[in-house]
């Protein structure tokens, strides 16, 4: 049969580069693809340059698209999320029968999943919100696939994102049904959230052996690689070795040196950190991820500050600091897996999703950005107690925090001495030590919300709610 009378398993509408190619990997798998873009011109550049690698069977029209496909119909949509996203939606729901499956593998809010995958199903079509992760060359070789919707929607393609997923060193493919609805994406959001944590986190270790132990990058990179070859092994901190070590060729001076400071996000982020206090999650290591990422571009207020006064003590952070510094990433790090595994489960009991916290941490082994040694742990650890309170709980990860608490006490009280910014590594280490303090100081705020709101309080010896009436006759009684 010729390319262009053969039956396509999936169609992929979207050819930016992401889009492209998760179409070439499927191709490479074997996979017909019938592939679609507004712009003809990149659907054929597309099948000229790739289509010998794989079955790449072009298409001129939404309707041509439906009919190169097989029944029942997969689509999965490589476009802009919000409103580019539902006009998608809208062009080919009309085309498709029931049992037919779309599957959105942007970077959708998972309310708008939500909304769609409800909306769809009203007409007997499925909708799967999917989360990919591991930018253009997870895309091609292998991503991390969060799929959500039905779970019959997912045995449809599961075959098939089974065969294009990255594979975990035990060989298991980094991809799982998250759960129905928008669990898919809600996971890949979590996921982008501790992601912006991580890199806050490797950029303040940077700073720190910069300014305080005065490593030049090249010294510095060569500390990052020496730490993945230990329990930071992760992509993050290897792209970390390599971009230190990289040299502008216009320049001559470190690489690092000629970007402007200012680090911009596209939106997950702050998706995370809304949806968090939604839920009464606090996930403060990600939000101040987020909020320094935001203080980064506000380059006048940056520039008016330069004169405020900053500490005099200006001397070396002393012999072994490099070795404090990994104590505190390390421990920082298992904090935003914490609170994001956390913001999970909030998600998924609020919902009724069913997500599997060790699944999760599975998928993400490899692929993904965050991909990292220690997710194994993260893993067994939800595996052996699917009901572990936090990860910090976990005997292995309690274990390793204390035995970092001294160096990770060191750089924070370092960096403050020497005015060297770490929100990242002080929100870790006062959520730390918040949980497991026997009593917060949230009593005094309670009692303020009395007196001045009559919001009423709860004792500590008696059950029952109470409220003081304050003033020069003050009395307690039970609230009513």
């Known amino acids: 049969m010729e390319q262009s009378q053969q039956r396509a398993r999936i169609g992929v509408v979207g050819l930016a580069v992401m889009g492209s190619n998760l179409a070439r990997n499927l191709a490479r798998h074997g996979h017909p693809v019938a592939v679609y873009n507004r712009t003809r011109a990149r659907t054929d550049k597309l099948v000229a340059e790739h289509g010998q690698a794989g079955p790449l069977i072009p298409v001129g029209s939404p309707a041509e698209l439906v009919a190169a496909l097989q029944r029942p119909r997969r689509v999965l949509l490589m476009v802009k999320a919000g409103a580019p996203t539902d006009a998608v939606i809208d062009e080919l729901t009309p085309l498709l029968e029931s049992g037919d499956v779309l599957v959105d593998g942007g970077n959708a809010h998972f309310a708008d999943t939500q909304r769609r995958e409800a909306t769809l199903r009203a007409r007997g079509l499925h909708f799967v919100g999917t989360g990919v992760s591991g930018g253009e060359e997870g895309a091609l070789h292998g991503p991390s696939i969060m799929p959500g919707g039905s779970a019959e929607a997912y045995r449809s393609l599961a075959p098939m994102l089974t065969d294009i997923a990255a594979k975990a060193e035990d060989g298991a493919p980094c991809v799982t049904h998250v759960g129905p609805g928008g669990a898919g994406h809600f996971v890949k959001m979590v996921h982008n959230g501790i992601e912006y944590a991580d890199m806050q986190l490797i950029a303040e270790a940077y700073d720190l052996l910069r300014h305080a132990a005065g490593l030049p990058p090249d010294r510095i990179a060569a500390v990052f690689a020496t730490w993945n070859g230990g329990r930071l092994r992760s992509y993050l901190v290897e792209i970390t070795a390599e971009l230190l070590s990289h040299v502008d060729l216009d ?59 900053g500490p005099a003590d200006g001397a070396a952070a002393g012999d072994g600091f490099a070795d404090a510094v990994e104590q505190a990433l390390y421990a920082s790090k298992i904090i935003a897996y914490a609170q994001g595994f956390h913001q999970i489960r909030a998600g998924s009991d609020e919902y009724g999703w069913g997500i599997d916290l060790g699944a999760v941490a599975g998928i993400w082994r490899a692929g993904c950005i965050i991909r990292a040694d220690f997710l194994d742990r993260i893993r067994a650890a939800f595996d052996t107690d699917p009901a572990l309170p936090s990860l910090l709980t976990a005997p292995a990860f309690a274990e390793a925090l204390g035995a970092a608490q001294d160096g990770w006490r060191r750089v924070v009280a370092t960096a403050a001495r020497l005015g060297i910014p770490v929100p990242g590594f002080a929100a870790a280490l006062s959520y730390y030590d918040s949980l497991r303090a026997r009593r917060l100081p949230a009593a005094l705020i309670q009692a303020q919300r009395d007196y001045f709101g009559a919001h009423t309080y709860r004792r500590v010896d008696r059950d029952g709610v109470f409220h003081t009436l304050w003033g020069a006759d003050r009395t307690e009684q039970p609230a009513e």
């Open 251 to 309: 320049t001559g001076q470190p690489f690092v040196d000629v970007v402007l400071d200012q680090a911009e996000q596209k939106g997950t982020g702050r998706w995370t950190v809304q949806t968090a206090l939604e839920l009464g999650v606090p996930v403060s290591g990600i939000a101040e991820a987020v909020f320094a990422r935001s203080l980064s571009g506000h380059a006048g207020l940056r520039a008016a500050a330069q004169s405020l006064p």
